[in-house]
């Protein structure tokens, strides 16, 4: 019998990328299983390039919000659906309560905000056996007995040639020149953004060495993204807030090397397996590193960070403000030189 599996999908798109090694490892699991997934609108792009997701379901509660009449009733479109098990990402109760109220056999997550009761398989999380967000993922697709498999393959999204010739004839694009993908957003808040003036620095340096430069992010990024277009003297091209995800996805699969603050963009593409230099201050890679093989981290490990504050309590943000262009400009150097070149022509992402 064919099992039929929901999972409740976390509501970042950083998280969002680093669910899909658990979606793999479910199918490892149970041959022929249809595993549907439950999610905010922003990361249903994600869910479309991962061939492991039969159908994605829209989440439409914010955070913080009950609503519990609309969530009975989303709860009994899912019952319908008739679904073995859940398996449930986010800790909170309220993430709990739509399967429980869906009647799902087998609801299956880590213990956390009184879900007793509305969680019936449940697990003590380890944070000291499962330091990394994609293990504590991954390790529910296990049985409580059973010991996470090691090494977990890095998170994988498909962009197919296509789609990004199509995109990139919608915006102008000329593929002529090999491209370098910045994202300078990052939801989290201030305190993991480089400065505007070193992502413009770095730009200019790049333009002069051949590569044309396309800034990711969303609108909210459109200001900062202009800053870095206005000090680079043209030499970056300001896509925030011009594409939707699903296109940001197909454009920077076509990019030779993305420079990246800690942010769900700096997910996206790792999942690409773009060549990725990833900008870490007040966060840490230890919990949420890019699951990469070509990616190098840029951090000053200044004595007051990681403070995982989403403003500097310092007021100063040195661990940012110190990483000169210089450095990072280096770092993006030696990996161009230790990966293979790749033509400037629309290319394709696949799964291993």
Request: aromatic share 6%.
């Amino acid at each position: 019998m064919i099992k039929k599996l929901l999972v409740i999908g976390p509501s970042w798109v950083g998280d969002g990328v680093m669910a899909q090694p658990l979606y793999r490892r479910l199918h490892e699991r149970h041959p022929g299983l249809e595993l549907h997934v439950f999610a905010p609108a922003w990361t249903l792009p994600l869910l479309a390039r991962m061939p492991e997701v039969a159908k994605s379901h829209l989440n439409p509660f914010g955070h913080g919000q009950l609503r519990l009449r609309e969530r009975w009733r989303t709860a009994r479109a899912l019952h319908r659906e008739g679904f073995d098990q859940v398996v449930v990402l986010p800790n909170s109760l309220k993430a709990a309560l739509i399967p429980f109220m869906a009647g799902i056999p087998l609801r299956t997550g880590f213990t956390g905000e009184l879900r007793y009761g509305l969680l019936n398989d449940t697990r003590e999380l380890d944070e000291h056996e499962l330091p990394t967000m994609v293990e504590r993922f991954c390790i529910l697709a296990e049985n409580d007995r059973h010991g996470l498999p090691r090494p977990i393959p890095h998170p994988r999204l498909i962009s197919q040639a296509p789609a990004q010739r199509a995109v990139a004839e919608r915006l102008g694009l000329s593929l002529e020149k090999p491209v370098i993908a910045m994202c300078p957003g990052a939801e989290y808040g201030p305190a993991k953004r480089w400065p505007a003036r070193h992502f413009a620095a770095l730009a200019q340096a790049l333009s002069e060495r051949g590569y044309q430069v396309w800034l990711f992010g969303s609108g909210k990024d459109e200001e900062i993204g202009a800053e870095i277009s206005r000090l680079a003297g043209g030499c970056a091209l300001n896509l925030c807030g011009k594409t939707g995800l699903d296109e940001a996805i197909d454009l920077m699969a076509l990019a030779r090397l993305a420079v990246c603050n800690d942010s769900g963009l700096m997910h996206v593409a790792a999942a690409l397996d773009v060549a990725l230099v990833a900008l870490y201050g007040s966060s840490s890679p230890d919990f949420t590193p890019p699951l990469s093989d070509k990616a190098q981290i840029v951090s000053l490990n200044l004595e007051c960070s990681p403070c995982f504050e989403r403003v500097c309590p310092y007021q100063h943000t040195r661990c940012l403000e110190d990483m000169l262009p210089e450095r990072v400009l280096q770092a993006c150097l030696n990996l161009i030189a230790a990966t293979a070149p790749i033509s400037p022509t629309p290319n394709m992402a696949t799964p291993s």
